[in-house]
C-alpha cells in the first residue's frame, strides 16, 4: 500500500506545482491514462495469444501469462505469501 500512496503524493505534489507556476498538464488526465492502460494490456495480447494458440482455454491462458500480476502489481493486502515471491 505505501507504494500506492507515495504515488498519489507525488502526483499531488506535480499538480500543486502545476498550479502554482500556472501550467497545465502535458495531455488530458484521461488521455494519458488511457493511453497507459492500453500499453498495459497490449504487452499481455501477444503471450496471451501464443498461449490460446497453442490450444489452452482462455482462462488458463490468462493466468499463465500471469497478466494480472503484470497490470496491477502487488495488490494491497495480498499476505504473506505474495511477499514470499517477490
Partial sequence: MKPYLLS???????????GVLGVRS????????LGLLGILVGEQVVPVARR??????????????DCAQHLFGRLPGR????REHV
Wanted: hydrophobic letters at 65%.
Fill in 8 to 18: 498519489l503524493g507525488a502526483g499531488l505534489l506535480v499538480g500543486v506545482a502545476y
Fill in 79 to 82: 499476505g504473506a505469501a505474495a
Fill in 52 to 65: 490460446l494458440l497453442a490450444g489452452h482455454p482462455l482462462p488458463a491462458a490468462v493466468l499463465h501469462a
Fill in 26 to 33: 502535458p495531455a488530458p488526465p484521461v488521455i494519458a491514462l
